[in-house]
């Protein structure tokens, strides 16, 4: 029995959550049907997300700049962990407006990797579920939950499963490893990453189709070749280890 704990159906959930979405913005829009996508214009048709760049982004300047620019939003009067810790993007979101923080001094695809990821966590925890909670307490129009991706939880990203194999050693949480799986699949969608395949592209040279056509890093190009062709995507056998619906 496949569970939500299997990379197999965290991939098929969030193509299903990737494809909400859309339909949100449209599934015909030029926003959508265009590569690479602009992750910003998408989040703010479906959700007035507002995305906000931040030369050194650490918790207490993401939280700083909501309490001046933002007085409609309340902020929880207490926030565990390292205020100053280096942040690769930050989520501040409510039921009425949210706002995702992300490092100015990152490579834009790692900035885009982090707006999708942010992203992630408003579908599947906010929008889909009808408001995030705390505790058993569903949060107002303007009590905001908020949620960091560290430098080492970035890190994790690249390191954790995502389709096809699973890793014991991993301690990342599930709802990471999900919104992870979201982030990728609204940039670089396997269908599309198919079809680039059976154009013909294979190995290294699918790789660098996918990192230039979706604009997302190497790491995150060889992560999807990889899920694509399986471990020795290297070779370029071309035996694809299969569709997964």
Known sequence: MTTMRSPAARFSRAVSEVQWLLRRVGLDSPEVRQFPRDVEILLKLAFCVKVVRMPKLTRANALAWTRRNERDILLPESVEGDLKRPLHGFLVATR??????????????SQRFAIAHEGGHLVRDYHLKGGFRVGE?????????????????????????????????????????YTDLFAIELLAPMRVVYDLHDAGYCGRRLAGEIRQMFR?????ADRRTRELLGNEWNDCSCARVGRVA
């Open 96 to 109: 009425r407006t949210s706002i995702i923080f992300v490092c100015a001094n990152y490579p834009m695809d």
């Open 216 to 220: 997302v890093s190497q790491a995150a």
């Open 137 to 177: 307490v569903g949060l107002a129009d303007r009590l905001a939950y908020v949620h960091e991706l560290d430098d080492e939880a970035f890190l994790a990203a690249w390191e954790a499963p995502w389709l096809n194999e699973e890793s014991p050693r991993s301690t990342r949480p599930i709802a990471e490893h």
